[in-house]
């Protein structure tokens, strides 16, 4: 087993192209999360550059460009709003969430994530991408984010609208229309995300200077951020790592899958999951936001030419490269203009492929979606997950009941029952009204006992049958 998986320089043109161009996209979307999550635009440029320098080089899906995510921001942003006194502790989530990511890759689990419910996922992963959307209601018409989360965000929403600053609203639309508006062709050349950046910078500067914006940017390179954990606070950070980890390998193996599907090639999971949780490790030790493997970047990356891990480690290595250059620039860029690029990161996670179909969909997939994304974003995101992942295997456990009872047939006349043999035929007609036969094809679990039992208490005449004959022989 080679050390970097999936490394070879055949491809190193499109690799490093691919890398220029997922870094171009990565960007924006760095610093927009990292003044989501409450940390600082910075923190969200070094899990940019830590995790996606680390996962390629140490993960399993080797044309993969990971970084910090909307679902890893939202996890994120709760920690900070607690722990905003001692961020240590936030951090130290990251990286324990980043050790319990390495021990899934090495326990052999990572093949067994992706099998999660689709309904749970779709609920989770959509109530994610209303909260993004929602937090950001604040700060795309020039007001302060709200700290409590989701729930003083929506009562305060009325304010927000009835009172907008004038500056900030205006680059908040003019982002909203370029990341909405920008022709196919233009895109192409310039990604809609750093088309906002750049337009909505230059008009702050130049015609709106009264919008807030992002502030003192640090050039130079991150220290360490020690961890620690005291007895107050280590349910949470426990809770939260472990939201983390699960979240964190949830979305890079669903991304891993996009990517084998446009590269034809096969990830390995339990590796993606070590380098995963190699690089959120790493980046927790320095401060930056946790991350997963990004979609809209990899499939940047893999559409210009990126195969293997050289363009995820080049992506990054740019990436520091801004850090340390164009800080000064950074600091210019106003809030509303990353607000408005992250409305349309939380409107693209929403799943309206599910919710087009809602009406098609089998009732109980819907109950199990409906419930998951409203507990994520009114209640707790480990509670939501654990709620559908019980009413999914409930639910579950009842279709299947539904299933074998459909295989209990009841046998009392010849004439019933096309497929016995002439035999069986020839002894039923012998004794008419006198033998019961009860045949049971397939599996038989305790899901469909009681209504087994409570279809047999309804037969008539059991006082009349001598004989009864239970085959469970299919």
């Not at 003083?152 to 639309?173: E, Q, R």
């Not at 809770?239 to 996009?258: E, F, K, M, Y």
């Not at 009204?433 to 047999?456: E, N, T, W, Y």
């Amino acid at each position: 087993m080679s050390l970097i998986h999936g490394l070879s320089f055949t491809h190193l043109r499109g690799d490093l192209y691919g890398g220029l161009v997922a870094a171009v996209v990565a960007l924006p979307l760095a610093l927009a999360f990292g003044v989501a999550s409450g940390a600082g635009a910075t923190a969200g440029l070094y899990g940019a550059i830590f995790v996606g320098l680390f996962a390629a080089l140490f993960g399993g899906t080797p044309a993969q460009v990971s970084g910090p995510t909307g679902p890893m921001t939202v996890v994120m942003a709760g920690l900070i709003a607690q722990f905003g006194q001692e961020p240590s502790l936030a951090f130290t989530a990251v990286i324990l969430g980043g050790g319990l990511q390495i021990l899934l890759g090495l326990s052999g689990v990572g093949q067994y994530i992706t099998l999660m419910p689709y309904p749970v996922i779709s609920g989770f992963m959509s109530g994610i991408g209303m909260i993004i959307i929602i937090l950001q209601a604040g700060p795309l018409v020039g007001h302060a984010a709200q700290s409590g989360g989701v729930l003083p965000t929506l009562v305060m929403l009325p304010s927000f609208v009835a009172h907008p600053m004038v500056d900030a609203l205006v680059l908040g639309l003019v982002s909203l229309a370029c990341v909405y508006g920008t022709p196919e062709r233009l895109g192409k050349i310039v990604p809609p995300p750093l088309l906002a950046l750049l337009a909505g910078t230059i008009l702050g500067v130049v015609a709106f200077p009264a919008a807030p914006v992002i502030g003192s940017i640090p050039t130079n390179f991150p220290l360490p951020v020690l961890p620690s954990l005291h007895l107050d606070a280590i349910k949470v950070v426990i809770g939260q790592a472990i939201v983390l980890a699960v979240l964190g390998s949830i979305d890079s193996l669903l991304t891993s899958l996009v990517c084998d599907n446009m590269t034809r090639t096969r990830h390995d999971s339990n590796r993606e999951l070590i380098g995963q949780g190699v690089g959120n490790a790493v980046a927790g030790f320095f401060g930056g936001l946790p991350g997963a493997g990004a979609t809209m970047r990899s499939v940047v990356n893999i559409r210009t030419g990126g195969r293997t891990p050289i363009s995820g480690s080049f992506h990054a290595l740019i990436l520091l490269a801004v850090l340390l250059g164009l800080g000064p620039l950074a600091e210019r860029i106003p809030l509303a203009v990353l607000a408005g690029i992250l409305v349309k990161v939380g409107v693209d996670i929403i799943d309206w492929r599910f919710l087009k179909h809602v009406v098609q969909a089998p009732r109980a997939d819907v109950t199990i979606m409906v419930v998951v994304c409203g507990m994520t974003v009114l209640a707790d995101l480990i509670m939501a997950v654990a709620v559908g992942l019980v009413l999914a295997s409930v639910l579950f456990v009842k279709r299947m009941a539904d299933l074998e009872l459909m295989n209990l047939r009841v046998i009392t006349d010849r004439t019933e029952e096309s497929s016995l043999t002439e035999e069986e035929a020839a002894v039923l007609g012998r004794h008419e009204g006198q033998i019961i036969l009860i045949h049971i094809d397939g599996p038989m679990s305790f899901g469909s006992a009681k209504d087994m039992v409570r279809r047999l208490e309804g037969v008539s005449r059991w006082s009349s049958f001598r004989v009864v004959v239970l085959d469970l022989s299919d």
